[in-house]
């Protein structure tokens, strides 16, 4: 039932997913539905459910812009990078009219565009007057006034208002710095529905209302300071009796307008305020947030419901982990927090506080980060370490253990250990072994010691607690990595260039091990079979295998790797060489030096991060090239991914067979080949007429299309074609070639997965 | 919308001793009850029958006190000289007592004049008791004699001159009517048996033997003299068994507890100490104002009484169940149960809509403070050192400590002051503190000089940090000799696992901006 489908690299939870989500303004839609570009696409989210109704795609590049059409609310215009702005019916999902704008600017104008009234799908439109010359790219500071009246733009520190009556623009000026120091740079600004009044927004906190400003000379404003670091953005309510704005403080501030020492703040919204939004009723309104989220607040200024994606943090400080209980994935997600992941259903299940103090919001300020964590063999124990302060003797450092509570289904603070290194801790481990009763920690910090941990009995007043039980050094070395063995009985800790085997029962040093020069970079024990094989990279270009039986160096081969780490669910182990820019994957038994698999140029830059996440159902593929994915997917981050965004790679073989995938997936396929983009073709490759054929007399009726849609497709099935095995071959060119290519399309098809699962959304739809 | 997070408080470990379930059980007595006797209290023996009086022994007198007064219940005065060894009789009927002018006085509890007077001995009388056949009296004296008695008659049973220096302690068999055992000031203690006429067992203490005492089962006996309490089996012959070197004066006074799990040593060096009667280690210490020349438990550990050499009697009682569960709740008064059910047991009918309150949190008032961002008013609403310290970490996470500390007047300056001198040499304190204590020099810099208490103030501290340095010079100077000491005799793996809280101390200190305080950098960073 298993397709032998080519290993191919899908961005998760990027761009494609969640990431830019949020990144543009989200507008509303007669309060039941929200926009909002993301990535790609411009997404339709109910404001009741929080679910996504629907994904309107068809850009090929970067959505910046979403706007309803005024005429008409239930269509919307959106605008993207890749040179079109398409109106679309987002209640059935139809992309009505595409205006091509051909046309690229060297700088920013902004320019009036004449749509030209027509019935086909994809219109040019041509006639272009350019409006105003050098606007800002932000497109909050921009806004247009009074129904149309006029245009008001800010850049830098000049206010540009242009009346279309008048043809004439009028310019403001404001002076580079006030006499505090304060920075009167324009952030954004909005124009009153109603009234003569631009708000515009400054870096130094404070908002300006301009009134009288047909006027050269008479223009005057009146100055609202509340918020300390720079408006991000500001919005009037469509009656325009009130003003809200936002910023880095998080907080939603509403202003009442005419009577401006009257204020509301919803505070503790959780990440800086990019957006603010307000439906045409002015009964709901939407702040999007840094950390991709958005929130829709009630006019009664009351938090209503949250879209959150996949929280992007600054960086990826720890590890990618899986827990071992719900198979998320974890890693770092709000400022202080861990975010759980589920990779199957590609959600957010939920931010687990581990700092637990209130996040103040201010550029600049040192925050508690979390820096390690770290899962036991069943999930029962997580182990953070959070640490502020950059200088390393003003270093706070706190271990923290949770246990797994059953009742409420998370973890739960057992200990705190505060300063539990003198210096930054560079390793934690939990000890897996599976039968031993005792729970082991080992922590491992520059200060050149390595601790372990052990849950203490319960005593009569308190619950189990976590206490050191050991200390070890080995010649004040500093320890740089710690490795347990799969079944616990020995710990491998590397100091520079030596790795120190210990035993955990009696905490002896056993033996040691080097392979100079360089020091360890990674160190791994072997799974399974493989236990017995210590495996480690020095940054001198080495990997070297050590046979712990004889204590002897078992072979060793020469490249760079920047990451190595080990499958738990089986022997193999993946290593990733950094070359030139571009980053190498091989895949080996530790037994044996040669390599399983090996995929050149899997990603752009170095891999920082990398975990196995077990499958929740086994594949049997009995190729040698993507047997070792039977167990567990690959996921990875390469250092681009986290400056910019979360992107998570997997590498999967593709979709398991279902009677419907056979069919529709070589529909796909064909229709892909006839609109001339056949990258499309790598993903499926035929099966055997026969046995799709005997599938689809196999299934019950009921969970099949309708049999006239099936109809040709059976036929041809039937026929034994020529063009088949040409495919195959166009389709083993086209992995060996550009991936990057591959790597735009994959998300969509990975979307189409769950339609192709279960039939009955198709059917709804 | 989050709600606001509480500053968090962390719970610093307690200096001292850990909490076993025997400094729980020890701990739960009342604050003592101090009577102040004429003299020197010597000894205290409690009735065997309810309700347990007590005899004290004084000076010239013995005072009788029940259970709980404060004043004796009755007094024995007719002596001439000082008064020794004041003992019940198992019945709790009479009572004997030896005195310094060498007469034994026998008394009947009711009575005031003595009964009986026992003349034979030479010089003081320090030890009498009756035996278990309740008809005898055994007596030892400072002219090395220890004798029988007969009560009725009383006349002289038998004398036994073995010992070759003062007898001061001695018991009498609780089971067998013929034995008693002696201690003297020869070192040795005897075991006599009165069917013969010689001692049985001799054993060799060693120091001169202040108090002797038998195990209910009278299989050991625990004897102590000089700085050691030794425990002998007397079913092997009178082999010694364990020695126990506790004390760092003459222990004076032994006692067991009801069940006999646990052994009390009382000693000159001002410490109760109490002791596991199965692997003999210390499991509580009391410590008192004098020296403690005599102890005692009642029944079921109901009080312990102990003498001293001030003439003072301490009683501690036991709490009482409900008293120790108590403690801590009883500082408000509490709204009255009906505030706290109104409306609550209401149940909701069938077609009832319940509206659910969410239920509202409240906010320590420093949180409140820092929920508005009020941050100097914060910093002074808090008001336990833990509590203080962990609001100057928030502010200093927050950045905003400098403007907390700054803009003070006198008054508060010097609260402030009064606050860090008191606790910066705490080490769970220090990280915090010293740099508070930096910013503060660096905010009132300019205005040194100006006001004397805030002057003073300065000074003390400054006086402060030159004796912790010292004192921690001093420490590091011990650790490196113990560091040579230790590396000589104990295995490698031992040395890692001593802890660095010391060094860290003086990190900590060593980072503070003081002028004197170069030179021992440069020698605490090598150390470290």
New interface residues.
């Given amino acids: 039932m298993v397709e032998h489908g080519d290993i191919r690299v899908v961005h998760r939870g990027g761009i494609a997913r969640y990431c830019r989500f949020l990144c543009e303004r989200g507008i509303f839609c007669c309060c039941r539905f929200l926009l909002c570009g993301s990535g790609y696409e411009v997404k339709v989210f109910s404001t009741s459910t929080e679910e996504c109704i629907h994904d309107l795609r068809a850009h090929t590049d970067l959505v910046t812009g979403v706007l309803l059409r005024p005429s008409n609310h239930l269509q919307a215009y959106s605008c993207s990078t890749d040179g079109t702005v398409r109106l679309w019916d987002y209640t059935d999902v139809c992309n009505r009219l595409m205006f091509a704008m051909m046309c690229v600017f060297a700088e920013f104008q902004l320019v009036a565009v004449h749509l030209p009234q027509s019935g086909d799908q994809l219109v040019e439109a041509r006639e272009f007057s350019a409006v105003l010359s050098d606007v800002s790219s932000n497109p909050a500071a921009t806004s247009f006034g009074r129904g149309g009246e006029y245009i008001a733009s800010a850049k830098g520190l000049q206010l540009e208002v242009y009346f279309f009556k008048k043809q004439k623009p009028y310019r403001f000026f404001l002076k580079e710095d006030n006499k505090k120091g304060g920075k009167n740079t324009f952030t954004c600004l909005a124009c009153h529905p109603k009234d003569d009044c631009i708000a515009t927004g400054h870096e130094d906190g404070k908002i300006r209302l301009w009134r009288n400003f047909n006027h050269k000379k008479e223009y005057t404003y009146t100055t609202l300071h509340w918020h300390h670091s720079a408006v991000s953005s500001l919005c009037f309510t469509p009656e325009g009796t009130n003003l809200l704005s936002g910023g880095i403080e998080s907080v939603l501030v509403q202003w009442r307008y005419n009577q401006e020492s009257q204020r509301d703040f ?5 990440a800086a305020i990019t957006h603010i939004a307000v439906s045409p009723d002015g009964a709901l309104f939407c702040t999007s947030h840094s950390d991709n989220k958005i929130t829709i607040i009630r006019s009664s200024i ?2 209503s419901a949250v879209i959150q994606g996949l929280v992007k943090g600054d960086s990826v400080r720890t590890d990618l982990m899986v827990d071992p209980r719900s198979k998320a994935l974890v890693l770092n997600g709000k400022p202080g927090h861990l975010q759980f992941y589920s990779l199957q259903r590609d959600k957010l299940l939920y931010n687990l ?1 581990i700092v ?3 996040y ?1 919001h ?1 550029s ?5 980060e979390v820096v390690k964590a770290a899962f036991d063999a069943y999930g029962n124990w997580l182990a953070t370490v959070e640490e ?1 302060k950059q200088k390393p ?2 270093l706070e450092l706190n271990l923290k253990l949770w246990a797994f509570d059953e009742q409420t289904q998370s973890f739960m603070l057992n200990t ?1 250990i ?2 539990p290194h ?1 210096a930054r801790i560079t390793a934690m481990c939990f000890c897996h072994s599976t039968d031993s009763q005792t729970t082991v920690l080992v922590s491992v910090s520059k200060d050149g ?1 390595f601790k372990a941990w052990q849950l203490a009995p319960a005593t ?2 308190e619950g189990p607690s976590w206490s050191c039980d ?4 080995y010649h004040s070395l500093v320890p740089e990595c710690c490795c347990f063995s799969a079944d616990g009985s020995l710990l491998a800790v590397s100091f520079q260039e030596v790795v120190t085997v210990w035993s955990p029962a009696s ?2 040093l056993l033996t040691t091990l080097s392979q100079p020069p360089g020091a360890i970079r990674n160190l791994c024990f072997g799974q399974l079979t493989c236990s017995k094989y210590l495996l480690g990279t020095t940054d001198k270009n080495l990997l070297c295998c050590w046979n712990l039986l004889t204590c002897s160096l078992e072979w060793s081969t020469s490249m760079d790797v920047s990451l190595l780490l080990s499958d738990p669910f089986s022997e193999n182990m993946a290593a990733f060489c950094c070359q030139a820019g571009c980053t190498d994957l091989f895949v080996f038994k530790p037994s044996e030096p040669r390599p399983l698999f090996s995929h050149k140029a899997v990603c752009l830059g170095k891999v920082t991060r990398a975990v196995f996440a077990p499958r929740e159902k086994m594949l049997e593929s009995c190729e040698e090239t993507s047997q070792w994915l039977n167990h567990s997917q690959l996921y990875f981050v390469t250092q681009y991914m986290v400056n910019t965004q979360h992107n998570e790679l997997v590498i999967s073989d593709s979709v398991a067979m279902t009677p419907f995938s056979v069919l529709l997936g070589k529909r796909s396929q064909q229709e892909g080949q006839e609109a001339a983009s056949s990258l499309l073709a790598e993903r499926t490759q035929l099966p055997q007429g026969s046995a799709a054929v005997r599938e689809l007399l196999q299934t019950p009726a009921h969970v099949l299309p309708s049999t006239s849609f099936l109809c040709s497709m059976f036929v041809e099935s039937l026929l034994i074609s020529k063009q088949i095995k040409r495919k195959e071959k166009k389709a083993a060119q086209y992995t060996t070639t550009s991936l990057w290519l591959n790597n735009t399309l994959c998300p969509k098809l990975s979307r189409q997965k769950p339609s192709l699962y279960c039939p009955t959304p198709i059917l709804h739809d | ?8 408080i ?1 719970i610093y470990p307690k200096l001292g001793e850990k ?1 076993t ?1 025997d400094t729980v059980y020890w701990k739960n007595y009342k604050a003592p009850v101090q009577i102040k006797e004429f003299g020197a209290v010597t000894n205290i023996h409690f009735s065997p029958v309810a309700p347990h009086n007590y005899a004290v022994t004084a000076f010239t007198r013995i005072h009788i006190y029940g259970p709980f007064s404060q004043e004796p219940v009755k007094s024995f005065t007719r002596f001439k000289d000082t008064a020794y060894c004041g003992r019940y009789r198992s019945d709790g009927q009479l009572l004997v007592a030896g005195c310094e002018d060498s007469v034994v006085r026998l008394f009947d509890v009711s009575g005031k004049v003595a009964l009986r007077m026992f003349k034979g001995h030479t010089k003081a009388v320090h030890v009498t008791d009756f035996t278990s056949e309740r008809y005898h009296i055994f007596t030892g004296s400072d002219d090395y004699t220890c004798r029988l008695w007969d009560i009725p008659n009383a006349t002289e049973l038998n004398t036994y001159q073995e010992h070759t220096d003062y007898i001061r302690c001695g018991v009498t068999s609780k089971l067998n009517r013929d034995l008693f055992i002696t201690g003297s000031y020869d070192h040795t203690l005897k075991l006599f048996d009165a069917r013969v006429d010689k001692s049985v067992i001799t054993m060799d203490h060693g120091q001169p033997v202040e108090s002797v005492l038998l195990y209910p089962s009278e299989g050991l006996v625990v004897s102590a003299g000089g700085r050691y309490v030794k425990v002998w089996d007397l079913l092997k012959g009178g082999q010694p068994l364990v020695s126990l070197k506790n004390h760092h004066k003459t222990v004076t006074s032994l006692c067991l507890s009801s069940n006999g799990q646990r052994l009390l040593s009382a000693s000159l060096d001002r410490h109760v100490k109490v002791y596991n009667t199965t692997n003999f280690r210390v499991v509580h210490n009391f410590d008192y104002a004098a020296s403690v020349l005599s102890l005692a438990l009642a029944p079921d550990d109901e009080s312990i009484i102990v003498g001293m050499t001030n003439g003072v009697l301490s009683i501690k009682h036991r709490k009482s169940p409900e008293e120790s569960k108590e403690v801590s709740h009883q500082q408000r008064r509490r709204p009255s149960y009906r505030v706290f059910v109104k409306g609550k047991n209401y149940m909701p009918k069938q077609d009832d809509y319940l509206v659910s309150k969410p239920v509202r949190e409240y906010l320590t008032k420093y949180d409140k403070h ?1 929920k508005k961002f009020n941050i100097s008013k914060a910093l002074d609403s808090a008001l336990k050192p833990e509590v203080t310290v962990a609001v100057i970490k ?1 502010l200093d ?3 905003t400590l400098k403007n907390a500390l700054a803009g003070r007047d006198e008054k508060a300056l010097s609260e402030l002051l009064h606050f860090i001198t008191k606790n910066m040499v705490d080490f769970r304190f220090a ?1 915090v503190l010293v ?1 508070a204590a930096n910013m503060i020099l660096d905010i009132y810099r300019s205005v040194i000089g100006q006001s004397p208490v805030v002057d003073r103030q300065l000074l003390y501290l400054q006086d402060l940090l030159q004796k912790e340095i010292n004192y921690q010079q001093e420490l590091l100077d011990v650790l490196g000799m113990l560091d040579t000491l230790f590396a000589s005799s104990v295995p490698r ?1 031992e040395l ?2 001593q802890p ?1 809280s010391d060094s ?1 101390m003086l990190f900590v200190y060593f ?1 503070f901006k003081t002028k004197n305080s170069k030179e021992i950098k440069k020698k605490g960073e090598r150390n470290i």
Avoid: C, N, Y
């Avoid at chain 1, 600049?364 to 508690?368: A, D, P, T, V």
């Avoid at chain 1, 050991?470 to 050094?473: E, L, M, Q, S």
């Avoid at chain 2, 919308?1 to 968090?8: E, R």
């Fill in positions: 919803l505070p503790r919204l959780g009351q938090v506080d637990q103090q209130e103040i201010q600049g300020l040192e925050q508690f502020r003797t003003e705190t505060s300063a003198e010691h009569h007043t050991f200390v070890g050094a905490w002896e | 919308m989050a709600s606001f997070k509480p500053t968090k962390p909490v379930q820092l928030e996470r927050r950045g990280p740099p793996k890692l696992s660095h860290f980072k």
